[in-house]
């Protein structure tokens, strides 16, 4: 078992800049690649990008250049750096992890969520 603890949400106006963290801890040894995933009201999650124990990333393309996703291996951390956000980036973020399987990756746990708010 892998628990999750995210930080970093808040309120940001247009074009502004947050970093989101999530530590993980619990059997981390099962952790193949860690993520992102978002939820808008009235929208189903969607993937943001997620990085794997290798290095390798992955984006959705519309996050492609505004937001870069990082990993703390000593740490069992992951980070996404957002910026250039727009109001359509507001949900609620929502951290991962992932166990590869025949080289695909599949979410195993899950974060409680941060809320991430862009607004003038």
């Known amino acids: 078992q892998v628990q999750l603890v995210e930080s970093g949400g808040g309120l940001v106006q247009p074009g502004g800049s947050l970093r989101l963290s999530c530590a993980a801890s619990?059997?981390?040894?099962?952790?193949?690649?860690m993520g992102w995933y978002r939820q808008a009201p009235g929208k189903q999650r969607e993937l943001v990008a997620f990085?794997?124990?290798?290095?390798?990333?992955n984006y959705e393309v519309s996050e492609r250049g505004r937001f870069t996703i990082s990993r703390d291996n000593a740490k069992n951390t992951v980070y996404l750096q957002m910026s250039s956000l727009k109001p359509e980036d507001t949900a609620v973020y929502y951290c991962?992890?992932?166990?590869?399987?025949?080289?695909?990756?599949?979410?195993?746990?899950w974060g409680q969520g941060t809320q991430v708010t862009v607004s003038s």
């Open positions: 991962y992890t992932a166990r590869r399987n025949r080289g695909s990756y599949y979410p195993d746990s």
């Open positions: 990085i794997t124990d290798g290095g390798s990333t």
């Open positions: 619990g059997n981390t040894f099962s952790i193949n690649a």
